[in-house]
């Protein structure tokens, strides 16, 4: 089989997997900031971009993160690809703080005891539904957009930091090897 697996990966190694990375998780932030400063837009749209991600990863509605940062990122008129690097933020290490700092602050805000504890799950998959998951729900998304903006705030004043540097870095070595300051890659590989 051509590049690919002679024996393919079981259940829970792909379960393992999606929890830790077969390498580490320093090489997959490495591989993110890579990725980030390869894009092709002005630093503040990669930084826009990133902090819809980051933003979105603060939000209680899993599965929809790259539908929300990409939508904030439409709207924002940054990088979507940005965006969806962003919610990178969002992973099984750090779902359990983000989770439990939206809920405590959303519950402070709306004036309500925090109850996670207290709620028991019933028999019935109908009587566990949305009137069931509100209690939390609520919480989390009200606690969730402070903490998303200053998570997105931070993020997008240090992504437009590094952006703008590793641009900066790209000019001086294109201009010490002789090509024009705005001279891609691209350009040069088609003379």
Not at 22 to 27: A, I, K, M, T
Not at 100 to 115: D, F, K, N, R
Not at 145 to 168: C, D, H, M, N
Request: some cysteine.
């Amino acid at each position: 089989m051509l590049l690919g697996r002679r024996n393919p990966e079981s259940w829970g190694e792909k379960v393992r997997v999606w929890l830790w990375p077969r390498r580490n998780w320093s090489r997959s932030a490495r591989y993110v900031v890579h990725r980030l400063r390869r894009l092709r837009a002005t630093p503040h749209k990669i930084a826009l971009g990133c902090a819809c991600g980051v933003f979105a990863s603060f939000t209680p509605y899993m599965g929809g993160h790259f539908i929300i940062g990409g939508f904030l990122a439409w709207i924002t008129r940054s990088s979507m690809i940005a965006a969806a690097l962003g919610t990178f933020v969002g992973n099984p290490l750090t779902f359990p703080f983000i989770w439990l700092a939206t809920y405590h602050l959303g519950s402070w805000v709306l004036g309500q005891p925090s109850t996670a504890g207290n709620i028991s799950l019933s028999s019935s998959i109908f009587d566990y539904s949305m009137h069931k998951l509100w209690p939390l729900v609520k919480p989390m998304t009200v606690g969730g957009i402070p903490l998303g903006i200053l998570a997105g705030s931070i993020t997008y004043f240090i992504v437009r930091k590094v952006s703008e540097s590793y641009r900066k870095k790209s000019r001086k070595r294109a201009l010490g090897r002789g090509r024009p300051a705005g001279a891609s890659m691209t350009n040069r590989r088609m003379i």
